[in-house]
Protein backbone atom coordinates (compact mmCIF):
# COMPACT_ATOMS: atom_id res chain seq x y z
CA UNK A 1 0.00 0.00 0.00
CA UNK A 2 1.31 3.35 -0.85
CA UNK A 3 1.52 5.89 2.14
CA UNK A 4 2.08 9.78 1.92
CA UNK A 5 5.17 10.96 2.51
CA UNK A 6 5.16 12.57 6.46
CA UNK A 7 6.54 15.86 4.85
CA UNK A 8 2.50 15.94 2.94
CA UNK A 9 0.84 19.64 4.14
CA UNK A 10 -2.71 19.77 3.63
CA UNK A 11 -5.22 22.72 2.96
CA UNK A 12 -8.77 21.67 4.10
CA UNK A 13 -11.27 24.31 2.72
CA UNK A 14 -15.02 23.85 3.49
CA UNK A 15 -13.94 21.78 6.66
CA UNK A 16 -16.85 20.62 8.11
CA UNK A 17 -15.70 18.70 11.05
CA UNK A 18 -12.88 17.19 10.10
CA UNK A 19 -13.64 14.05 7.64
CA UNK A 20 -10.57 14.99 5.49
CA UNK A 21 -8.20 15.70 8.40
CA UNK A 22 -8.82 12.33 9.82
CA UNK A 23 -8.39 10.35 6.75
CA UNK A 24 -5.10 12.16 5.61
CA UNK A 25 -3.43 12.39 9.37
CA UNK A 26 -4.44 8.77 9.41
CA UNK A 27 -1.68 8.26 6.49
CA UNK A 28 0.95 10.61 7.65
CA UNK A 29 0.04 14.25 6.24
CA UNK A 30 -0.08 17.24 8.27
CA UNK A 31 -2.79 20.14 7.93
CA UNK A 32 -1.19 23.45 7.73
CA UNK A 33 -4.78 25.26 7.10
CA UNK A 34 -8.39 24.51 7.47
CA UNK A 35 -11.29 26.87 7.22
CA UNK A 36 -15.23 26.54 7.14
CA UNK A 37 -18.11 29.12 7.74
CA UNK A 38 -20.15 27.22 10.18
CA UNK A 39 -19.44 28.13 13.46
CA UNK A 40 -20.58 24.99 15.04
CA UNK A 41 -18.04 23.51 13.20
CA UNK A 42 -14.91 25.25 13.31
CA UNK A 43 -15.52 24.56 17.31
CA UNK A 44 -15.09 20.88 16.74
CA UNK A 45 -12.58 21.28 14.53
CA UNK A 46 -10.22 22.90 16.89
CA UNK A 47 -11.09 20.67 19.90
CA UNK A 48 -10.63 17.99 18.02
CA UNK A 49 -7.36 19.23 15.87
CA UNK A 50 -6.16 22.39 18.05
CA UNK A 51 -6.34 24.19 14.91
CA UNK A 52 -8.10 27.21 15.12
CA UNK A 53 -10.18 27.40 11.82
CA UNK A 54 -10.37 30.50 9.02
CA UNK A 55 -14.23 31.49 8.22
CA UNK A 56 -15.72 32.73 5.17
CA UNK A 57 -13.14 31.58 2.18
CA UNK A 58 -14.31 34.46 -0.23
CA UNK A 59 -12.60 36.77 2.74
CA UNK A 60 -9.55 35.01 3.01
CA UNK A 61 -6.27 36.53 1.68
CA UNK A 62 -4.36 33.88 -0.13
CA UNK A 63 -1.45 35.32 0.94
CA UNK A 64 -2.30 34.06 4.45
CA UNK A 65 -2.27 30.38 3.14
CA UNK A 66 0.44 28.70 3.97
CA UNK A 67 2.39 26.53 1.10
CA UNK A 68 0.80 22.95 0.36
CA UNK A 69 1.09 19.58 -1.23
CA UNK A 70 -2.63 18.93 -1.26
CA UNK A 71 -5.82 20.99 -1.50
CA UNK A 72 -9.15 18.77 -0.02
CA UNK A 73 -12.14 20.32 -0.51
CA UNK A 74 -15.96 18.98 0.30
CA UNK A 75 -17.28 21.88 -1.76
CA UNK A 76 -21.24 22.54 -0.92
CA UNK A 77 -23.28 20.31 -2.63
CA UNK A 78 -26.59 21.66 -1.87
CA UNK A 79 -26.42 23.86 -5.41
CA UNK A 80 -26.28 20.41 -7.59
CA UNK A 81 -28.16 18.14 -5.08
CA UNK A 82 -31.18 16.49 -6.00
CA UNK A 83 -32.71 17.49 -2.74
CA UNK A 84 -31.65 21.22 -3.79
CA UNK A 85 -32.94 23.81 -6.15
CA UNK A 86 -30.12 23.29 -8.41
CA UNK A 87 -29.16 26.48 -9.46
CA UNK A 88 -25.48 25.19 -9.93
CA UNK A 89 -22.91 28.26 -10.80
CA UNK A 90 -26.10 30.57 -10.42
CA UNK A 91 -26.22 29.96 -6.92
CA UNK A 92 -23.86 31.93 -4.59
CA UNK A 93 -22.76 28.67 -3.16
CA UNK A 94 -22.26 26.81 -6.50
CA UNK A 95 -19.59 29.70 -7.29
CA UNK A 96 -17.34 28.54 -4.41
CA UNK A 97 -15.73 26.26 -6.43
CA UNK A 98 -13.89 29.20 -8.46
CA UNK A 99 -12.37 30.39 -5.08
CA UNK A 100 -10.63 26.62 -5.28
CA UNK A 101 -9.55 26.96 -8.98
CA UNK A 102 -8.18 30.83 -7.82
CA UNK A 103 -5.97 29.13 -4.89
CA UNK A 104 -5.00 26.20 -6.66
CA UNK A 105 -4.13 28.69 -9.38
CA UNK A 106 -1.63 30.97 -7.14
CA UNK A 107 -0.62 27.99 -4.59
CA UNK A 108 0.39 25.27 -7.48
CA UNK A 109 -0.38 22.30 -5.41
CA UNK A 110 0.74 18.73 -6.30
CA UNK A 111 -2.93 17.16 -5.67
CA UNK A 112 -6.15 18.68 -5.25
CA UNK A 113 -8.89 16.26 -3.83
CA UNK A 114 -12.69 17.24 -4.39
CA UNK A 115 -15.78 15.59 -2.91
CA UNK A 116 -19.26 16.23 -4.10
CA UNK A 117 -22.92 14.26 -4.68
CA UNK A 118 -23.39 12.07 -6.95
CA UNK A 119 -25.79 13.89 -8.84
CA UNK A 120 -22.72 16.50 -9.97
CA UNK A 121 -22.07 14.27 -12.65
CA UNK A 122 -25.52 14.83 -14.07
CA UNK A 123 -26.38 18.71 -13.30
CA UNK A 124 -26.71 21.02 -16.09
CA UNK A 125 -26.79 17.80 -18.51
CA UNK A 126 -22.97 16.83 -17.30
CA UNK A 127 -22.05 20.73 -18.26
CA UNK A 128 -20.78 21.52 -14.55
CA UNK A 129 -18.47 19.11 -13.99
CA UNK A 130 -17.05 19.78 -17.80
CA UNK A 131 -16.66 23.32 -16.16
CA UNK A 132 -15.09 22.43 -13.29
CA UNK A 133 -12.91 19.83 -14.99
CA UNK A 134 -11.95 21.94 -17.51
CA UNK A 135 -11.27 24.62 -15.30
CA UNK A 136 -8.37 22.85 -13.10
CA UNK A 137 -6.88 21.23 -16.72
CA UNK A 138 -6.36 25.23 -17.70
CA UNK A 139 -4.20 25.28 -14.84
CA UNK A 140 -2.65 22.32 -16.12
CA UNK A 141 -3.68 19.98 -14.03
CA UNK A 142 -5.08 15.86 -15.08
CA UNK A 143 -8.45 15.35 -13.69
CA UNK A 144 -9.88 11.89 -12.80
CA UNK A 145 -13.18 10.92 -11.36
CA UNK A 146 -15.33 8.41 -10.10
CA UNK A 147 -18.66 8.02 -7.60
CA UNK A 148 -17.73 5.89 -4.87
CA UNK A 149 -19.91 4.32 -2.62
CA UNK A 150 -19.37 4.05 1.15
CA UNK A 151 -20.36 0.38 1.59
CA UNK A 152 -18.12 -1.34 -0.99
CA UNK A 153 -15.06 -0.47 1.41
CA UNK A 154 -16.09 -1.30 4.41
CA UNK A 155 -19.17 1.71 5.77
CA UNK A 156 -22.67 -0.12 5.84
CA UNK A 157 -24.02 2.86 4.24
CA UNK A 158 -25.35 3.36 1.24
CA UNK A 159 -23.72 6.55 0.22
CA UNK A 160 -22.55 7.68 -2.88
CA UNK A 161 -20.42 10.53 -3.46
CA UNK A 162 -17.92 11.63 -6.51
CA UNK A 163 -14.19 12.09 -6.03
CA UNK A 164 -12.65 13.91 -8.08
CA UNK A 165 -8.70 13.82 -8.39
CA UNK A 166 -6.41 16.83 -10.01
CA UNK A 167 -2.87 16.06 -9.84
CA UNK A 168 -0.11 17.93 -11.50
CA UNK A 169 1.79 14.98 -13.22
CA UNK A 170 -0.46 12.11 -13.87
CA UNK A 171 -3.61 10.89 -13.96
CA UNK A 172 -5.13 8.74 -10.44
CA UNK A 173 -5.87 5.23 -11.33
CA UNK A 174 -9.26 4.47 -9.37
CA UNK A 175 -8.67 1.01 -10.53
CA UNK A 176 -6.29 0.60 -7.65
CA UNK A 177 -8.46 0.87 -5.11
CA UNK A 178 -9.55 -2.18 -3.16
CA UNK A 179 -13.11 -2.69 -2.22
CA UNK A 180 -14.08 -4.42 0.63
CA UNK A 181 -16.98 -7.07 1.33
CA UNK A 182 -20.45 -5.56 2.68
CA UNK A 183 -20.43 -5.27 6.54
CA UNK A 184 -23.68 -5.21 7.63
CA UNK A 185 -25.13 -2.26 9.35
CA UNK A 186 -26.00 -4.30 12.77
CA UNK A 187 -21.81 -4.84 13.13
CA UNK A 188 -21.48 -1.03 14.47
CA UNK A 189 -24.81 -0.82 16.83
CA UNK A 190 -24.15 0.27 19.94
CA UNK A 191 -24.98 -2.54 22.51
CA UNK A 192 -26.67 0.26 24.82
CA UNK A 193 -27.87 4.37 24.73
CA UNK A 194 -30.82 6.04 25.41
CA UNK A 195 -32.17 4.60 22.55
CA UNK A 196 -35.94 5.89 20.67
CA UNK A 197 -37.81 3.13 20.09
CA UNK A 198 -41.04 2.71 18.44
CA UNK A 199 -44.17 1.38 20.10
CA UNK A 200 -45.65 -1.52 17.54
CA UNK A 201 -48.59 0.23 16.83
CA UNK A 202 -46.45 3.24 15.72
CA UNK A 203 -44.90 0.75 12.62
CA UNK A 204 -46.13 -1.81 10.19
CA UNK A 205 -43.46 -4.70 9.01
CA UNK A 206 -43.85 -6.06 5.75
CA UNK A 207 -43.79 -9.80 4.74
CA UNK A 208 -40.56 -11.22 2.82
CA UNK A 209 -38.58 -8.44 2.73
CA UNK A 210 -36.26 -8.55 0.28
CA UNK A 211 -32.18 -7.08 -0.04
CA UNK A 212 -32.09 -4.55 -2.61
CA UNK A 213 -29.19 -4.39 -4.73
CA UNK A 214 -27.75 -1.17 -2.84
CA UNK A 215 -27.50 -3.93 0.36
CA UNK A 216 -30.70 -1.78 2.06
CA UNK A 217 -33.53 -4.06 3.26
CA UNK A 218 -36.76 -2.37 3.28
CA UNK A 219 -38.44 -4.22 6.14
CA UNK A 220 -41.08 -1.53 7.07
CA UNK A 221 -42.56 2.00 7.62
CA UNK A 222 -44.11 4.15 10.41
CA UNK A 223 -47.60 4.90 10.86
CA UNK A 224 -47.33 8.12 10.19
CA UNK A 225 -49.47 10.70 9.02
CA UNK A 226 -48.03 13.00 6.11
CA UNK A 227 -48.82 15.73 4.05
CA UNK A 228 -50.69 14.08 0.72
CA UNK A 229 -51.29 17.55 -0.98
CA UNK A 230 -49.09 16.86 -4.21
CA UNK A 231 -48.23 13.65 -3.55
CA UNK A 232 -47.64 10.65 -6.78
CA UNK A 233 -49.31 7.62 -6.57
CA UNK A 234 -47.04 5.01 -4.68
CA UNK A 235 -44.59 7.74 -3.27
CA UNK A 236 -47.05 7.50 0.59
CA UNK A 237 -44.78 7.39 2.43
CA UNK A 238 -42.31 10.01 1.85
CA UNK A 239 -41.71 12.07 4.40
CA UNK A 240 -41.48 15.94 3.66
CA UNK A 241 -38.40 16.76 4.19
CA UNK A 242 -35.93 15.94 1.28
CA UNK A 243 -38.45 13.27 -0.19
CA UNK A 244 -36.79 10.76 2.03
CA UNK A 245 -38.40 7.37 2.53
CA UNK A 246 -40.19 7.27 5.72
CA UNK A 247 -39.47 3.33 5.68
CA UNK A 248 -37.83 0.52 8.17
CA UNK A 249 -34.51 -0.66 7.10
CA UNK A 250 -33.30 -3.81 8.78
CA UNK A 251 -29.99 -4.20 10.49
CA UNK A 252 -29.08 -6.83 8.46
CA UNK A 253 -28.47 -5.00 5.23
CA UNK A 254 -27.10 -1.10 5.09
CA UNK A 255 -28.25 2.05 6.09
CA UNK A 256 -29.63 4.82 3.49
CA UNK A 257 -27.30 7.92 3.19
CA UNK A 258 -27.71 9.76 6.44
CA UNK A 259 -28.42 13.75 5.21
CA UNK A 260 -26.36 16.13 7.17
CA UNK A 261 -29.18 18.18 7.98
CA UNK A 262 -30.21 15.27 10.19
CA UNK A 263 -28.43 14.99 13.34
CA UNK A 264 -30.00 11.84 15.08
CA UNK A 265 -30.76 10.03 11.89
CA UNK A 266 -33.44 10.00 9.56
CA UNK A 267 -34.49 6.65 9.32
CA UNK A 268 -35.53 3.88 11.65
CA UNK A 269 -34.22 0.67 12.13
CA UNK A 270 -35.24 -2.79 13.09
CA UNK A 271 -32.75 -4.72 15.29
CA UNK A 272 -33.25 -7.26 17.75
CA UNK A 273 -37.03 -7.31 17.12
CA UNK A 274 -37.38 -3.61 17.81
CA UNK A 275 -37.74 -0.63 16.17
CA UNK A 276 -35.92 2.43 16.90
CA UNK A 277 -34.15 5.35 15.67
CA UNK A 278 -30.09 4.92 15.24
CA UNK A 279 -28.09 7.65 18.24
CA UNK A 280 -25.97 9.95 17.32
CA UNK A 281 -23.17 8.09 18.40
CA UNK A 282 -23.87 5.00 15.53
CA UNK A 283 -24.26 8.27 13.08
CA UNK A 284 -20.80 9.29 13.54
CA UNK A 285 -19.81 5.97 12.93
CA UNK A 286 -21.65 5.62 10.07
CA UNK A 287 -19.42 8.28 8.99
CA UNK A 288 -16.41 6.65 9.17
CA UNK A 289 -15.41 9.23 12.64
CA UNK A 290 -12.80 6.96 15.11
CA UNK A 291 -15.16 6.13 18.74
CA UNK A 292 -12.52 8.96 20.35
CA UNK A 293 -13.72 11.62 17.86
CA UNK A 294 -15.37 14.85 20.14
CA UNK A 295 -18.95 15.02 18.62
CA UNK A 296 -19.86 18.86 19.18
CA UNK A 297 -21.97 19.44 15.87
CA UNK A 298 -23.46 17.37 13.27
CA UNK A 299 -22.05 14.68 10.52
CA UNK A 300 -20.35 15.98 7.20
CA UNK A 301 -19.58 13.38 4.50
CA UNK A 302 -17.00 11.39 5.07
CA UNK A 303 -16.14 8.83 2.23
CA UNK A 304 -13.18 10.48 0.60
CA UNK A 305 -10.72 8.65 3.11
CA UNK A 306 -11.33 6.05 1.33
CA UNK A 307 -9.93 7.32 -1.87
CA UNK A 308 -6.35 9.04 0.45
CA UNK A 309 -4.12 5.56 1.02
CA UNK A 310 -3.09 5.07 -2.57
CA UNK A 311 -2.74 8.06 -4.11
CA UNK A 312 0.87 8.41 -3.89
CA UNK A 313 3.07 6.21 -6.05
Not at 135 to 164: C, H, M, T
Not at 246 to 270: C, K, L, M, W
Request: proline fraction near 4%; include cysteine; aromatic fraction near 10%.
Amino acid sequence: MCIIKMYMRFIDLFAGIGGFHVALTRVGAKCVFACDIDDECRKTYKENFNIDVAEDITKIDINDIPEHDILCAGFPCQPFSVCGKQKGFCDDRGGLIFHILNIVKHKNPKVILLENVKHLKYHGNGETLKTIIFGFEELGYKVSWKILNAKDYGIPQNRERIILVAHRDKNFDFAKLQTSPKVALKSILDDDNNFEYLSKDEYTIIENPKEQDSGLIFIGYRNKGIRKAGVRPNTEHLSRVHKQPNRIYSSDGVHPTIPSQETAGRFFIHHNGKVRKLSINECFKLMGFPQSFKKLAPMVSYTIKLVIPCLFQ
